[in-house]
């Protein structure tokens, strides 16, 4: 059974951080894309980053660029997601979610992966981050 567990959510001022944390089970960690999703109420969806944990290569939306830095450490099947320079705007129920089609679904379409019809396969249950300005 595919699970996907995030943690590392919380209150936090803004200007802080935090690291989130997808500690992944059931497949075959190697050679996925796992992606980091957020919604923030009344919002869609929206893809901030992912990595293709085969190759390490990383992807961000433009929202996010150079304040996320996800990281894969393969061997604990973990991805992280550390967010700096936090605004009041990067408040949202974050997600993690995994695929098997790593060229696919982690490259810089991933902003409109889901305009397109696309879904990554596996989903988290989510971690909320509020940021209090």
């Known amino acids: 059974e595919v699970q996907l567990v995030e943690s590392g959510g919380g209150l936090v001022q803004a200007g802080g951080s935090l690291r989130l944390s997808c500690v992944a089970s059931?497949?075959?960690?190697?050679?996925?894309?796992i992606g980091w999703f957020r919604q923030a109420p009344g919002k869609e969806r929206e893809g901030v980053s992912c990595?293709?944990?085969?190759?390490?290569?990383?992807y961000y939306a433009d929202s996010v660029q150079g304040r996320f830095t996800i990281s894969s450490d393969n061997a604990k099947k973990t991805v992280y997601l550390q967010i700096d320079s936090l605004k009041p705007e990067d408040g949202a129920v974050y997600y993690c979610?995994?695929?098997?089609?790593?060229?696919?679904?982690?490259?810089?379409?991933?902003?409109?992966?889901?305009?397109?019809?696309?879904?990554?396969?596996?989903w988290g249950q989510g971690t909320q981050v509020t940021v209090s300005s």
């Open positions: 059931g497949f075959n960690f190697d050679d996925y894309a």
């Open positions: 979610a995994a695929d098997p089609r790593p060229i696919k679904m982690c490259s810089r379409r991933l902003e409109i992966l889901h305009r397109q019809g696309y879904e990554y396969d596996y």
């Open positions: 990595i293709r944990t085969s190759a390490g290569t990383t």
